[in-house]
């Protein structure tokens, strides 16, 4: 009984021995793991290491225009806008242009900070621009300088896409119910030059003693 017990015992130093290995090896394996992450994080930034640069976005030259300062009559500029596949993002793009304002002489077409909530091209070539409440500023200020603004948001969008045709205004959802001149807010807008009343204008806007 005595020998049994004596040979149980002799085991409890080998079970220790065992518990402080298995422990010093997790503190190791702890004190490592980390490193490791840390180094592959490093790893690109090692010398020879050359990471692929992303691609430029391509552009494509818009025309745009902008309601003259100090002549009822717009101003034209040309700017290179990303290029994009999709027809309502290539509009955000150049309605962000139009906020932005032209060059010097010249003002922007839109309040700043409006937002386009949706853009959507019917089967006729109507594109309705949504806009947020923003919009209604425009219209609010003086008439004359409403209707350049709108003349030339919309020669801006039917110049630089063929599809669009005539350009419907919202707020919010809802249709405009002003006037800003000649120009009637309640229906789609046609193409036109200030001072030619609803004529839709060409390829380009006439010139000066032409």
Known sequence: ???????????????????????????????????????????????????????????????????????????????????RAVLA???????????????????????????????YLDAFGILYLDFDERIRELIAGDANRAELAVSAIVLTLTTNFGEVKRVQLLSEGRELTARVGSIDLRRPLQPHFPAEGSQPIGDRPPQEGS
């Open 1 to 83: 009984m005595t020998q049994k017990a004596f040979r149980g015992g002799s085991l409890w130093p080998w079970a220790v021995l065992a518990l402080v290995s298995g422990g010093i090896a997790g503190a190791i394996a702890w004190e490592v793991w980390p490193r490791t992450l840390d180094l592959s994080i490093l790893r690109p930034r090692l010398p020879g290491y050359s990471a692929s640069a992303p691609e430029p976005a391509e552009h494509v030259r818009m025309r745009l225009f902008f309601p003259h300062d100090a002549k009822a009559t717009l101003g034209e500029e040309e700017r290179d806008v990303p290029r």
């Open 89 to 119: 993002h290539a509009v955000r793009d150049v309605i962000a242009e139009l906020a932005r304002g032209g060059a010097a002489g010249t003002g922007a077409a839109l309040p700043a900070g409006v937002d386009v909530r949706q853009a």
